[in-house]
């Protein structure tokens, strides 16, 4: 492993990392000795603000193409475009977790800096250029999530789910840290430029493709890749669904966001099985996500299985780097944060002040009762369905287009297919909420925060899928710059 001789650091490229650590400092000082959590949730939603003022900055300036210590932590067109999405969900994170704490009993001082600290991890590993920074990142982003899944203390439910994360997350490290050893231990250096140069002679390609393999195994499970994604419904479950709203979007951001570098940059370079491995992989997330969606009678474990099907949406991005994959995968994460968050947020509203309540049953009769929310909902469930004009639709149309041009047309057709599947359990919420009568009475709870964050999701998902063509041509100048490495 070489250094250069003098360690290059650019700034404006590591600004927005900064900002979200020293507002996490900044965080648990007021609530430390505030009484109440608003107040750092406002200095929360302030530092993610100007991490996100920062990060615009350098992506309108036109130098989206720096790097610091050696290209291993990069700003360029993808780090700076992912890096806004996990702002935004961890903006809609905080804002439904603005009246969900106190009213959840769930106040304490450590929630928003633990928040901010597995923000910070994610947008490192969107970042990362080596295997080393994209380590750090995963723990980083990892260590707090353990924590915040287990955050309703006096529920067994919810320890249960921390407790389950946390040692699965552990196996997950560990895998792909003994996989980041075997890659270097065959092309002698951890950034990924130099992996991807050290193995173009074909030399040791077998113990590198065996630790990508290991690699690629880690980071499925954070992305929720099936077989590795058992977590996923127990943990969204049992965790909070503040908690869930931020991890349903960031902790997803974060994996794809490394996965994607590594299939530009480093797969490429490895023995053609990995690929093979990675579809076959993609394949049985598409079929297991959506069938046990189809299952499920709770809205919460239903979106869990939800979102291990759209990982596998995502992956079919990843075999399709060279055509045009990067930017479809970006766009679809883009469109998952809008509509899953949205969801979320929602459904916070119809649950009871301990997480209970989730049950089909309990949406019977809300366009009645609530008909704000049952419109909203019902837009997100559609977008999450693909359903034109929404912004669902042009992500899947755009991972489709570009996995079909990488020549996986059997995926395609399946992934289509799992798509009719999906329309099925996200037509029975709406179906309950406008054709069922109610025998429940709506939970009196308001929080005005959590409608903001609500209509936020609404605008992204009704403006980007009637116009998704600017952030999907910002988008498209990732794949030169990852493939310059």
């Known amino acids: 492993m070489t250094f250069p001789g003098q360690i290059d650091i650019h700034w404006s490229v590591l600004a927005p990392a900064i900002a979200l650590l020293v507002t996490a400092a900044v965080t648990l000082f007021i609530a430390l000795f505030g009484r109440d959590s608003r107040g750092a949730a406002g200095a929360a939603l302030i530092g993610v603000i100007t991490a996100g003022v920062f990060t615009l900055a350098q992506l309108l300036s036109g130098e989206a193409n720096a790097a610091s210590f050696g290209l291993r932590y990069l700003g360029d067109v993808p780090a700076l475009t992912l890096t806004l999405v996990i702002l935004l969900g961890t903006v809609a994170a905080v804002l439904v977790s603005w009246d969900q704490l106190q009213r959840g009993g769930m106040e304490h001082p450590e929630y928003y800096p633990l928040m901010l600290l597995s923000a910070l991890g994610a947008v490192v590993m969107a970042s990362a250029g080596d295997l080393i920074t994209l380590i750090l990142g995963l723990e980083i982003m990892s260590l707090p999530v353990y924590a915040l899944s287990a955050w309703r203390t006096r529920d067994r ?239 899947k149309v755009l991972v489709f287009q570009a996995v079909i041009d990488a020549g996986y047309v059997w995926l395609a057709v399946l992934g289509i297919a799992t798509s009719i599947v999906a329309l099925v359990y996200y037509f029975r919420v709406v179906a309950y909420m406008y054709f069922r009568e109610s025998a429940y009475e709506p939970p009196a709870f308001r929080s005005g925060a959590t409608q903001v964050a609500i209509a936020l999701a609404l605008a992204g998902t009704l403006l980007l899928g009637v116009f998704p063509g600017w952030w999907h041509t910002l988008l498209s100048a990732g794949p030169r710059l990852l493939a310059g490495l």
């Open 157 to 395: 439910q919810s320890e249960e789910a921390g407790m389950k994360y946390f040692l699965l997350g552990a196996f997950g490290s560990a895998i792909l840290i003994y996989g980041a050893a075997l890659v270097y231990g065959a092309a002698g250096s951890f950034v990924y430029g130099d992996v991807a140069a050290a193995l173009s002679s074909g030399n040791l390609t077998l113990l590198a493709t065996l630790g990508g393999a290991l690699v690629l195994a880690g980071l499925g499970f954070k992305a929720a890749l099936a077989p590795f994604h058992q977590w996923a419904p127990d943990v969204y479950t049992g965790a909070p669904t503040p908690v869930v709203t931020f991890m349903t979007v960031v902790i997803k951001i974060g994996a794809f966001a490394a996965l994607l570098r590594l299939a530009t940059v480093v797969f490429p370079a490895l023995q053609p099985w990995l690929l093979t491995a990675l579809a076959v992989m993609v394949a049985l997330t598409l079929v297991v996500g959506n069938f046990s969606a189809l299952m499920q009678r709770g809205v919460k474990r239903m979106l869990a299985y939800s979102s291990v099907a759209h990982a596998g949406y995502l992956g079919l991005a990843l075999l399709a780097t060279d055509h045009g994959g990067v930017a479809a995968a970006a766009f679809y994460l883009t469109a998952y944060a809008f509509m899953n968050a949205g969801a979320f947020a929602v459904l916070s509203l119809i649950s009871d002040a301990n997480d209970h309540g989730d049950d089909l049953e309990r949406f019977a009769g809300l366009a009645k009762r609530r008909p704000w929310l049952a419109a909203v909902m019902t837009l997100f469930m559609l977008s999450l369905g693909g359903i034109p004009p929404l912004v669902g639709f042009a992500g």
